[in-house]
């Protein structure tokens, strides 16, 4: 790995008006993590840089069912040089990873601006897909769902059916690249479920005919500058749509509109001014199901499974 530099200000200074120029929605552009240093020189004899941060995810943790347990993230400062300074800097990625042996079970990452259409192409031809987005809502919400439809709070007697539909909801996730089907996800859906309600997350269930048939289970956040979170979200109270799954029998009623209608109306009484969640662009259902509620992308998360396959 290459030794720890000093980033450079000029860089993050022009990344974040280039940034600002993308889409108003981004929060200002953040110095990244510690980490390793990349450098990469430019034709025009400009260089860009990026911060390597490599992190293991633990067997048997919630983490581990939609992550690689190996995963090198590149933090990218590119200043003003768009696709051509992501270029650069992806092959010295390469010739970085050339120096160690990635495993099976391990990713290269890279969260990027979804507007970025210049960057899109350089993480194209590298061998990243657009496995995740996290996009934004802030249009009000539509109105409710089908008749014979009843929507009411989840408590800790509901586990094993929110147990249920969150397994299905990663069953199908897996089947379309993003989340990961390990054999322990049960046991860890179950207990990461139990400690949610407990600490009472709003978790909505759908009843049609005193059955449950879908949920959306969501979160509050208060994002602060400075924080994780206020590195890819505007300061304020946000909504995260954690979850939202339907029976399959029960898919194109109405059902999930509605669910996400209830998830809307109640976060902004408890003073969300805006929601997000992450979806997968390759799953035909969620991809036009989030843009018709009134998502949009803000940031791409681009991975590349396994690491070692980076061209």
């Known amino acids: 790995m290459p030794r720890p530099v000093s980033t450079s200000g000029a860089l993050l200074t022009a990344q974040a008006g280039r940034f600002e120029r993308l889409d108003p929605e981004l929060p ?28 293991r995810c633990e067997p048997g943790s919630a983490p581990s069912l939609w992550s690689a347990l190996d995963v090198w993230e590149l933090h990218p400062l590119l200043g003003a040089a768009g696709g051509v300074g992501m270029d650069a800097l992806l092959r010295e990625w390469r010739r970085v990873l050339d120096r160690v042996t990635p495993g099976p079970d391990s990713a290269c990452l890279v969260i990027w601006p979804s507007r970025d259409a210049e ?36 408590t800790g007697r509901d586990l094993e059916v929110v147990l249920e539909l969150e397994l299905a909801e990663l069953a199908y996730s897996a089947l379309v690249g993003a989340a990961i089907a390990r054999p322990d996800a049960r046991a860890v859906k179950r207990a990461t479920l139990a400690r949610n309600l407990e600490r009472g997350d709003p978790v909505w269930l759908a009843e049609r005919d005193g059955v449950v048939v879908g949920l959306a289970h969501c979160r509050l956040l208060d994002v602060q500058p400075g924080s994780a979170a206020g590195a890819r979200l505007p300061a304020g109270r946000w909504g995260y749509v954690n979850c939202v799954s339907v029976l399959a029998e029960a898919r194109g009623a ?52 396994p690491a070692g396959a980076l061209r």
């Open 28 to 55: 200002p552009a953040e110095s990244p993590p510690d980490g390793d240093v990349l450098t990469a020189a430019l034709a025009d004899g400009d260089r860009v840089a990026g911060v390597l941060v490599r992190e």
């Open 119 to 154: 960057a899109v192409r350089a993480l194209l031809a590298h061998g990243f897909t657009p496995l995740t987005a996290l996009a934004v809502r802030r249009e009000p919400a539509p109105p409710g769902g089908p008749d014979g439809l009843a929507v009411r709070r989840a």
């Open 254 to 305: 109405g059902i999930g509109r509605a669910l996400a209608a209830v998830a809307h109306r109640e976060l902004a009484a408890a003073g969300a001014t805006g929601t997000f969640l992450y979806y997968n662009p390759p799953n035909p259902l969620a991809s036009v199901f989030w843009a018709r509620q009134g998502y949009r992308p803000l940031w791409t998360l681009w991975e590349l499974r």
